[in-house]
């Protein structure tokens, strides 16, 4: 954390994206209560939220002894008193500022159905929707794993790419799917959405 020249704080008050495709997709990471404003301000027509209720939000170490009390700090990412991830209070957050139920959009991805080609086509229209009428968007998970991978995916499956570029792509803005274990359920998704 860093105050800056204005007295800002870094993390508080700015928030770090990736250009996806051109000038369509901006991925981030979780944003914080004090980014929406900002964001509102950059121009961005339509929000995609690819986090899923009750996730664990990104606790310190004194909010983690208390998570599940109901005494935790309040963290900004749009928890709930018990440190859990709250998908309404973000979307409240966004309507504030004029995003509606047509530009704020909330597509979880977790547990048995995230990599799944049933979850890609149940949310191609939404995505769709979002493409053609309402870029430049945002689109974020916790940490903007997700939400990299469902967009690269679904900008490869509108351009006739592979999972090829998808990877390669995807590691050009931080996010490797082909490293770990864990990654082959994306990679096999993106396989299995694109075909080749």
Not at 135 to 144: D, E, K
């Amino acid at each position: 954390e860093l105050t800056l020249t204005n007295q800002e704080q870094s993390y508080n008050d700015y928030y770090w994206v990736h250009r996806m495709g051109t000038d369509t997709f901006y991925n981030a990471g979780q944003i914080l209560a004090t980014h929406v404003d900002a964001i509102a301000n950059a121009g961005y027509k339509a929000i995609i939220n690819f986090r899923s209720d009750g996730e664990l939000t990104n606790l310190l170490p004194d909010e983690a002894q208390n998570a599940g009390s109901g005494h935790g700090i309040h963290n900004l990412e749009f928890s709930d008193k018990y440190g859990y991830y709250n998908i309404s209070k973000e979307e409240a957050s966004f309507h504030r500022v004029g995003y509606t139920t047509d530009t704020y959009i909330s597509l979880p991805v977790s547990g048995s159905s995230a990599w799944t080609n049933t979850t890609f086509f149940d949310y191609l229209p939404f995505i769709d929707g979002i493409y053609t009428k309402h870029t430049p968007a945002l689109v974020h998970c916790a940490s903007g794993y997700r939400s990299s991978a469902y967009i690269y995916t679904y900008l490869a499956y509108k351009q006739g790419m592979c999972s090829d570029w998808v990877l390669r792509e995807s590691q050009l803005i931080g996010y490797s799917f082909n490293v770990s274990e864990s990654d082959t359920a994306v990679v096999e998704f993106v396989n299995s959405v694109l075909g080749c």
